[in-house]
C-alpha cells in the first residue's frame, strides 16, 4: 500500500515539476528539494518492491535495503544541504526538518542492519520509520510548491 502511494505521488511531483520547470531549474534550493523528494519516494517504493519479492531470506531483504538506504540516506543530506546552502528560498529549511528526515533514512539503515543479523524486529523499524518518512515526503513536497508559488508571486 505505502509503495503504491509512494509511486503515485512521486508521478504527481514528477508532473508538478514540469509545469513548474523554469522556476526549479532557477532556484537551487527548489531544484534539489524536488530532487529530494523524487529520489525519497522513488527509494519507499523500491524498498517496499524489494520486501514483496517471494521466497527472500530477511538476510537478504536487509542487504538489499541497506544499500538502498544508504544510498538515498547520502542523496537525502546533500541535497538538503545543497538547499540551505543556496539560500534562494528558506520555506521548510531548518534543522528540524534536516534531522527529522535524517533520522527517518538512518532507522531505515538500522532496520537494515537488523535484519542482516537475523533479528525480525527491523521489519517494525522499517515500518514505522518508512511511514514516518512518508509523512516528510509529502511535507516536502507541499513545501516544494509554496516556495514555487511564493517564487511567482514575486515575479
Known sequence: MVGSGSAALAGLIFVAMSINLEIIVRNKTHKNRAINMLTGFTAVFMACGLALIGNQYPGTLGYEWLVLWVI?????????????????????????RLTGGTICYLAEVIAAIFLILGHSEGLYIAA????????FLISGAWLLMIGIHEDQANR
Open 72 to 96: 538515498a540516506t547520502a542523496l537525502f543530506i546533500r541535497g538538503y544541504v545543497r538547499a540551505i546552502r543556496a539560500g534562494m528560498s528558506s520555506i521548510g529549511l531548518n534543522a528540524p
Open 128 to 135: 514505522i520509520a518508512i511511514i514516518v518518512l512518508f509523512g
